[in-house]
């Protein structure tokens, strides 16, 4: 029996920015020049997103100017911004409220009572700490004390997809089981400060959120909030498989790594290019080893790790741009929030009662291709 995403659950900071004011907000920390300013702006106008929420904001004024207290102006006694060490406060302080509000959505939609769930998948590659938000949260939902919990942590923006596959993992050992799986990432306590345009790339894209999913084994049938009829009744997903393969000479191509001021991400101008060469090929056989074709598929949700991936994905599987549509504009409405995001776009799809089968793909650090047939 295949394992069901019977309700999903989202959440997001309080505050948000426009992308024109979050490119004008870090000209500061940035930029250096006249120059360096309107390349930063071009590239943050370039990223596809309009609007990203993030802890960071602790409130906007009546103007709008933003008012945060994480982030100062570069002096020579602090030139990279905060520490690793007061960025993870914030995170200690902010992901299990997120990933708290993300799963009572989920338990409510999924009409699963936070006492029968027999294991909790979390996600998080973006903040460290123990006792972690697995425990915090379970606190906070009432689940038992004695659930099995599952950290997956540091495995980048596919981490939701890795989640999945531990969750089928305990639905087909326990087929009694219920299984919450819950992604939650802080990215914009990372900004880099300095020039460089790989890095002003990343600033530009990442945001902050957390979303919930619950699993089961039960075929039974539920609603989901669709353009059609109010009354529509409808199968939830089910996960029919999962693929993953790293591809070779590409270790240097994709990197998130801990230092002294944050996490620093590199993402390498090769990766498009990479996915145009590796991504059809892989994904024609992994999907010829279960009978289906590039044909079959009727539904995508490409994580969207920034535009010219959508586009190099879309192009690569020869796709028309209306069929990655939603991942475009989860894109654009959030930015890029690592784990959660392809559970925000499973669940627009969901609401958009988009048809099955669906492939769900996302790219991270390897350089590694995750997938998940969904029907």
């Known amino acids: 029996m295949a394992s069901c995403l019977l309700g999903f659950g989202m959440a997001l900071p309080e505050h948000s920015i426009s992308q024109a004011d979050a490119a004008e907000f870090v000209q500061p920390f940035n930029s250096e020049s006249e120059e360096q300013a309107r390349v930063l702006s071009a590239l943050y106008r370039r990223a596809g997103v309009q609007r990203r ?140 400060y300095g020039w460089s345009p790989d890095r002003v790339v990343s600033n530009s894209l990442f945001a902050d959120g957390a979303a919930a999913v619950v699993l089961t084994n039960s075929s039974e049938r539920v609603t989901r909030p669709s353009a059609g009829p109010a009354d529509q009744v409808t199968v939830a997903w089910q996960l029919a498989a999962s693929g993953s393969v790293v591809l070779p000479n590409t270790l240097d191509d994709m990197g998130w790594r801990i230092r002294d001021h944050g996490f620093e ?77 392809i559970l925000f776009i499973l669940d627009r799809l969901n609401r958009e009662a988009a048809v099955g089968p669906c492939v769900a793909l996302a790219f991270g650090p390897g350089l590694t291709i995750e997938a998940a047939l969904l029907e």
């Open 53 to 192: 929420h993030s802890v960071v904001l602790e409130s906007i004024d009546d103007s709008g100017r933003i008012q945060q207290s994480l982030y100062q102006l570069p002096t020579d006694q602090q030139p990279h911004g905060p520490t690793t060490s007061e960025r993870m406060r914030r995170y200690e302080q902010h992901a299990s409220v997120l990933a708290s509000n993300a799963t009572t959505q989920a338990l409510s939609a999924s009409q699963v009572a936070a006492t029968e769930i027999t294991h909790l998948v979390t996600v998080s590659c973006s903040g460290f700490h123990a006792p972690g938000f697995d425990i915090e949260l379970l606190q906070a939902v009432g689940l038992s004390p004695s659930v099995a919990r599952t950290h997956i942590g540091f495995m980048g923006c596919h981490g939701a997809l890795n989640g999945l596959r531990v969750a089928d993992a305990f639905l087909k050992a326990d087929p009694k089981s219920k299984v919450l799986l819950c992604c939650v990432e802080l990215c914009s306590l990372h900004h880099q």
């Open 265 to 341: 991400m590199n993402l390498s101008a090769r990766v498009p290019e990479i996915i145009k060469q590796h991504l059809r090929p892989w994904l024609t056989d992994w999907l010829g080893s279960r009978g289906l074709s590039l044909d079959d598929i009727r539904s995508w949700a490409f994580h969207p790790g920034g535009p010219r991936i959508l586009t190099a994905a879309g192009e690569a599987l020869g796709l028309s741009r209306e069929q990655w549509a939603t991942s475009e504009a989860i894109l654009a409405e959030y930015g890029n929030m690592s784990s959660p995001t």
